[in-house]
Nanobody, 122 residues
Framework: HVQLVESRGGSVQAGGSLTLSCAAS????????VGWFRQAAGKAREGVAF????????LYTDSVMGRFTISRDNAKNTVYLQMNNLKLEDTAMYYC????????????????WGQGTQVTVS
């Protein structure tokens, strides 16, 4: 079966940095669209960052543009989210997600999900 395992999140001061990782098993990160979502308490889940195969096109929500970077290490079958200059509004549960198509679009359905990891900015 497919499993996505996120690294442990944690607490960080505003303006600080944190990197999340998502290790996949039973699934090849480098062949598909993968990305990150987040859900703050009392709010709907939103897409954060996504990366496609082939041309390695990336997509980011406006609020994290220039601060967050998504990347992948195909040899380790792992996707990362580097978060810089963290803000209070970045506090949320972060989820790794994977699709079965190569390109990430606004209409992509994600078939596989991680368990979520909490990031708290104070």
């Amino acid at each position: 079966h497919v499993q996505l395992v996120e690294s442990r999140g944690g607490s960080v001061q505003a303006g600080g940095s944190l990197t999340l990782s998502c290790a996949a098993s039973g699934y090849t990160i480098g062949r598909n669209c993968v990305g990150w979502f987040r859900q703050a308490a009392g709010k709907a889940r939103e897409g954060v960052a996504f990366i496609s195969t082939g041309g390695e096109t990336t997509l980011y929500t406006d609020s994290v543009m220039g601060r967050f970077t998504i990347s992948r290490d195909n040899a380790k079958n792992t996707v990362y989210l580097q978060m810089n200059n963290l803000k209070l509004e970045d506090t949320a549960m972060y989820y790794c997600a994977a699709a079965t198509t190569k390109s990430c679009t606004r209409w992509t359905d994600f078939d596989y999900w991680g368990q979520g990891t909490q990031v708290t900015v104070s």
